[in-house]
Every structure is written in structure tokens, then in C-alpha cells.
């Protein structure tokens, strides 16, 4: 099974920028989709975006349109999350994790998605 591990988060102001990472490890990486999900204090935990096995098709969450892009480089085994123009509300707990199902396509939904990095938080400042 592949093991993620997230990093890049940090204490933004609202506006700026950051570059999450997931790196993947001893499992199928390139035959997987890729999902990132966050989640706020007393939240839900998210759908923010996804990313197919072939790294072209790609889903966001309305919210994140066109502020985010998501990535994946196989050779490197990692997705990455580039963050622009930071909001407060996006303040959370970030997580990568792992299509199960070895799809195609895409899905939003969190039961597919197994396993789960351990989260980078994401702080943006007003």
C-alpha cells in the first residue's frame, strides 16, 4: 500500500502563495488518481481537488477554481497543490490521498480515497 507524506504548508497572508507536496512510497502511485481534501476546525473534511492516473484530467472544488492547480509528476512519485491567492477561509488541515479504486476517471467522493497523509496545515492571516 502506498504511504503519502504532505508538506509545504505554513502561515500565509490572505493573497500570497504556497506549493503543497505529497510524496508516495512503496505502493502504485502512477495507477492511482490523487485527491487533496482539507479540513477546518469543527469542519468536514473536503473535497478541494483531484488529479487522474494519466495527470491530464483534473476536478476542483468551486471554491479553489482558478485560484489552485493541481499536479503530478510520476517520476518523482509526487502531487503537488499550487495555492494563489490565499484566502482566510482557506485556513485547514490539508490531506493527500489515494484513489483505491484505481479509476479512470475522478471522484470528489472521501470513502474512495485510502490512505490518507498524515495533513500540513495551511494558515492564512486577514
Known amino acids: 500500500q502506498v504511504q503519502l507524506v504532505e508538506s509545504g504548508g505554513g502561515l500565509v497572508q490572505a493573497g500570497g502563495s504556497l506549493r503543497l507536496s505529497c510524496v508516495a512510497s512503496?505502493?502504485?502511485?502512477?495507477?492511482?488518481?490523487m485527491g487533496w481534501f482539507r479540513q477546518a476546525p469543527g469542519k468536514e473534511r473536503e473535497f478541494v481537488s483531484a488529479v487522474a492516473k494519466n495527470g491530464i484530467t483534473t476536478d476542483y472544488a468551486d471554491s479553489v477554481k482558478g485560484r489552485f492547480t493541481i499536479s503530478r509528476d510520476s517520476a518523482k512519485n509526487t502531487v503537488y497543490l499550487e495555492m494563489n491567492s490565499l484566502k482566510p477561509e482557506d485556513t485547514a488541515v490539508y490531506y493527500c490521498a489515494a484513489d483505491r479504486t484505481y479509476r479512470l476517471g475522478l471522484t470528489r467522493e472521501r470513502a474512495s480515497y485510502e490512505p490518507w497523509g498524515q495533513g500540513t496545515q495551511v494558515t492564512v492571516s486577514a
Open positions: 512503496g505502493g502504485t502511485f502512477s495507477r492511482q488518481a
